[in-house]
């Protein structure tokens, strides 16, 4: 089998790319050591996180001398993510730390006045912006196809400078900003997006570099198709995990967080089994999920956390799912069952090496925010949220929020964040404020959603899942204004969450609030709307969306 090397550092999930180029046939090598760098024959640089905490790793280790040589020698390179950013000259994200040098230029911040930061989702790479490539595909890439991204800071596209020191470009758009979606010249392609975790799309990219073709001529089809830019409306599917009272994994889904059946008479029976989680989540990225989320709803206290079963659900979920995986439940400082302790961090480090690209913390992130405003909002550093999003970077962080309404007839009679609301309470209540829940819902805290997202963000979180107990399983639509005042008080993206029960209120809440991405479970589940069905009906009402392609 061919092989390709891949530098082995730590860059959050790389078994996805592994997977991606298995698929592929081709085999993985490593480079351990700098030493390793001039056997490579095809080099592939992944990367996410923090600039110059990646680029001071490469620098300290020898690594950049080796692979400035293999670029130099025309061997084919490919970077991913950071791994483009670091052929720039350098980074706003941390300008004490040079780049490669390669590429003129520096990345900037994206600007968080008038949109959510990081960029987190499906966007273009269209070759066909700087003209060079109308009509033919440069590595694969094709005008109407969408990629998956995840960053903070970008390459801004200034028209013909890069094309005048050699560099073929293909740009996106995020709000009225152009920047660098690849990039290639000679031996060298560079992705600012996941190629990996690009569905077919991204793999048809990973193939032509593997593979050494640089352009393909455009079928006609492709030509005609008019390539919209911009971000798209990100659809998620979620899969609540536990084991059920035979002790098997099942995707199982609760009404108001109640995952028992009701049998008309009490509540509390079995477990609700909708289906297995490989095979659903499969099922899902082939209808076109934009990402899948898999919340492990009950701890394994029973088993070392090495053992975990969701750790072998991702891997094996990762090796034909080629979207972004986020894993809730448990992400927390632990102790296994032989008494050791295991801090979040390691616990996450876990997740992300099985094929994970976000981790979501619920029940820990209310009580780190807790403390952080006992502390009068001084961070700690010591979070899980802080040292995960250290480590792998605030977009691999997910904040999954459980909150619960509840009633006030004035703004006066709390000291919560409250907002007026259309829908009163049951003895005509026009205010409420959402309390914070933890363990699944189970316990209420004198801690409001306010609060909660604000503390978050501050300590380094990158998005946050919206959840609302009062809506989960109702298919009533989602809490509108929960979500627009959650909108109102962080930069970090959102993705809303409970209460879809048809594509038209993917529809409305797209259009009706400024969320980032919409999640749904139930109405999936239980077979009654497919994705493809949502994503049509958004497609129809004029908003962007990605397209599954084979
Ligand atoms: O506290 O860090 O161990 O994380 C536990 C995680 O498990 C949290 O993310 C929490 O939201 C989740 N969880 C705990 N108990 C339940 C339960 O249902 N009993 N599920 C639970 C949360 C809610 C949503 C659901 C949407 C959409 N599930 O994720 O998928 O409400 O549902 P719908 O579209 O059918 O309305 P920790």
Redesign the pocket.
């Known amino acids: 089998m061919p092989t390709v090397h891949l530098l082995d550092y730590v860059a959050g999930n790389v078994r996805s790319l592994v997977n991606a180029i298995e698929k592929l046939g081709y085999t993985v090598e490593w480079i351990k050591s700098p030493a390793d760098v001039p056997k490579a024959g095809k080099l592939i640089l992944p990367g996410v996180g923090h600039f110059g905490h990646c680029l001071t790793q490469f620098a300290s280790a020898g690594y950049i001398e080796p692979i400035k040589a293999h670029i130099a020698a025309g061997k084919p390179f490919m970077g991913i993510c950071v791994g483009l950013q670091a052929l720039f000259e350098g980074s706003e994200e941390d300008l004490a730390v040079p780049g490669f040098g390669l590429i003129p230029g520096q990345l900037k911040r994206f600007d968080d006045q008038d949109k959510s930061v990081p960029h987190i989702g499906w966007n273009s790479a269209n070759t066909s912006a700087t003209g060079q490539f109308a009509e033919e595909s440069l590595y694969g890439l094709r005008p109407d196809s969408k990629y998956y991204y995840v960053h903070s800071y970008a390459a801004p596209y200034r028209e013909g400078e890069l094309e005048a020191a050699g560099w073929s470009v293909a740009t996106a758009r995020y709000g009225d900003e152009k920047f660098v979606g690849a990039i290639a010249k000679d031996n060298v392609l560079a992705t600012q997006f996941h190629p990996e975790k690009s569905g077919a799309a991204g793999l048809r990219v990973i193939r032509a570099f593997l593979e050494g073709r640089k352009s393909d001529k455009l079928s006609s089809r492709r030509e005609a198709a008019a390539a919209k830019e911009g971000l798209t409306r990100r659809v998620i599917a979620?899969?609540?995990v536990?084991t059920n009272d035979n002790g098997d994994l099942v995707v199982?889904?609760?009404?108001?967080?109640?995952?028992r059946e009701k049998d008309g008479i009490s509540a509390g029976g079995a477990v609700r089994n909708l289906g297995k989680p490989v095979d659903m989540a499969r099922k899902y990225y082939e209808q076109g999920a934009d990402e899948v989320?898999f919340?492990?709803?009950?701890?394994f206290r029973n088993c070392p956390v090495a053992d975990t079963p969701m750790l072998e659900i991702l891997r094996r979920t990762s090796e034909t799912v080629f979207v972004p995986l986020t894993i809730?439940?448990?992400?927390?400082d632990t102790e296994d069952t032989d008494g050791t302790k295991i801090s979040a961090l390691e616990v996450a480090t876990l997740y992300f090496k099985s094929g994970a690209d976000k981790v979501?913390?619920?029940?820990?992130?209310?009580t780190a925010a807790e403390e952080y405003f006992a502390r009068g909002k001084q961070l700690s550093g010591t979070t899980a949220i802080e040292t995960i999003s250290r480590a792998y970077g605030n977009q691999a962080v997910v904040v999954?929020?459980?909150p619960r309404r509840v009633y006030v007839s004035s703004q006066d009679s709390t000291a919560h964040h409250t907002i007026r609301t259309s829908t009163p309470g049951p003895y005509g209540e026009e205010y409420c404020w959402y309390q914070c829940t933890?363990?699944?819902?189970?316990e209420g805290r004198d801690f409001d959603v306010h609060q909660l997202v604000t503390a978050v963000e501050a300590m380094g979180a990158g998005e946050i899942?919206l959840?609302?107990?009062d809506?989960?399983?109702?298919?009533s639509g989602f809490d509108l204004e929960l979500i627009s005042d959650v909108k109102a008080s962080i930069k970090i993206p959102v993705i809303a969450?409970?209460?879809?029960?048809n594509p038209g209120h993917f529809g409305e809440v797209f259009t009706k609030t400024t969320t980032d991405a919409a999640?749904?479970?139930?109405?999936?589940?239980r077979g009654e709307y497919t994705v493809k069905q949502v994503k049509e009906y958004l497609r129809d009402q004029g908003l962007l969306v990605r397209q599954f392609e084979e």
């Open positions: 979620c899969l609540d536990r199982t889904k609760g009404d108001q967080y109640d995952v989320t919340l492990n709803i009950t701890s809730g439940g448990g992400i927390r979501s913390i619920g029940s820990d992130a209310v999954s929020v459980d933890v363990k699944g819902g189970r899942l959840n609302c107990i809506k989960d399983g109702t298919n969450s409970s209460g879809a029960g999640l749904g479970a139930g109405m999936f589940h």
